[in-house]
Nanobody, 126 residues
Framework: VQLQASGGGLVQAGGSLRLSCAASGFTFDDYAIGWFRQAPGKDREGVLCISKSDGSTYYADSVKGRFTFSSDNAKNTVYLQMNSLKPEGTAVYYC????????????????????WGQGTLVTVSS
């Protein structure tokens, strides 16, 4: 089982990036998906997380209206579209997948996720 995140890079404030997360060894459809980020010197935090039970989406307040989730089942890949990026969005971004425990413990609760990608660095310059 593996998650491979990609798409990070350097972008100016106000710009956009789309991160990808490809899964191998399992099907995203069977899992709750989450996108997280960890800025330098800070704890990892949930950015956008999808419920497995009802497909609802949780957004961190800091990204509401700017980040969106999409998926391509044929490619077994999920995406995080990030618009109007801000310098405080500079972080390593991770995708993660979890099973029923995610819905029990709440979306974006880190310990509930079973599989993690390696992270992709996003740097937003001011």
């Amino acid at each position: 089982v593996q998650l491979q995140a990609s798409g990070g890079g350097l972008v100016q404030a106000g710009g956009s990036l789309r991160l990808s997360c490809a899964a191998s060894g399992f099907t995203f459809d069977d899992y709750a998906i989450g996108w997280f980020r960890q800025a330098p010197g800070k704890d990892r935090e949930g950015v956008l997380c999808i419920s497995k039970s009802d497909g609802s989406t949780y957004y961190a307040d800091s990204v509401k209206g700017r980040f969106t989730f999409s998926s391509d089942n044929a490619k077994n890949t999920v995406y995080l579209q990030m618009n109007s990026l801000k310098p405080e969005g500079t972080a390593v971004y991770y995708c993660a997948a979890g099973l029923d425990l995610v819905d029990v413990l709440g979306p974006c609760y880190l310990p509930a996720y079973d599989y993690w990608g390696q992270g992709t660095l996003v740097t937003v310059s001011s």
